[in-house]
Each structure stands twice: as C-alpha cells, then as structure tokens.
C-alpha cells in the first residue's frame, strides 16, 4: 500500500503516513501517480529556410528529413556540374552566345530548384510544429 499525497510505502494498518502525516483511507492501495510534464521543442521556420538558402538540403536535415536533405544536396552538386557542362560545351561549339545561353538555361533551372528547396524547408518546419502541438510526436 502506498500514500496517495506523498507515495510513501505503508506498512500494515497504518492510520497516517510516516512520510506526510496524511490520514490513510481508501484509495490508498496503487502506487502514486505522478503528473509529468512533456516540453515540446520546435523548429524555427526562419532557421529552416535561413539553412536551405545558405545550402541546398540543409533545412530539411534540421526538421528531420535526413534523406531528403541528403538528396537535395546532391541533387544541387550534380546541377553545378551540369551548369558548368553546359557553360563548356555552349562555349566550345556556339562561342559566347552558346555559353551564355547554357548559362541561362543551368540558371533558370537551378533557381527553380533553389527556390522550390527554401518553400519545402519552411512546409516541413511547419508540418513538424503542427503535429509536435498536436500530438506530442515527432511527424518523421
């Protein structure tokens, strides 16, 4: 038998608890239950998209989505290799005109893709949030 306000172990018929001097009544048999307190962290939207503008994937890595960043990452360095392929080759057969043309073309991909990266970063910081408030877990 335990004291309900103190959790003290009773021993036999005991009227008042050693521990508190609390009477013992009924209800006294469970162990007490102690009421815990969960404190939830969450992820700054501002953090999130301020790491995928200064490196592709590197929101996503702090919400949770390792894989994600990882491949955003280099999905990223394989563009600049093909940015910087297309810039050679549009040089080599079409002059200035080519390579500024290859650039153009590796630009407007690569900065869809950016922007694409820091809008995912801010949805997945505020996805973890909401179901962090929501259930108390993390959503990944």
Do not use: H
Not at 29 to 35: F, K, R, S
Not at 66 to 93: D, E, S, Y
Not at 116 to 125: G, M, P
């Amino acid at each position: 038998m335990y004291c309900n306000k103190c959790g003290n172990q009773l021993v036999g018929n005991q009227e008042y608890c050693c521990g508190c001097g609390a009477k013992v009544g009924m209800g006294s048999y469970g162990p007490a239950v102690m009421q815990q307190t969960l404190v939830v962290r969450e992820k700054s939207t501002g953090v999130a998209v301020l790491l995928s503008i200064l490196w592709a994937g590197l929101g996503q890595v702090y919400v949770g989505k390792i894989g994600r960043g990882i491949a955003l990452m280099i999905t990223f360095l394989m563009a600049a290799f093909v940015g910087l392929f297309l810039f050679i080759t549009g040089a080599m057969f079409g002059g200035v005109e080519g390579a500024i043309g290859g650039l153009v073309l590796f630009g407007v991909i690569y900065l869809s893709l950016w922007i694409w990266n820091v809008f995912d970063s801010y949805k997945l910081a505020n996805e973890y949030n909401d179901t962090m408030r929501d259930s108390g877990r993390r959503p990944w």
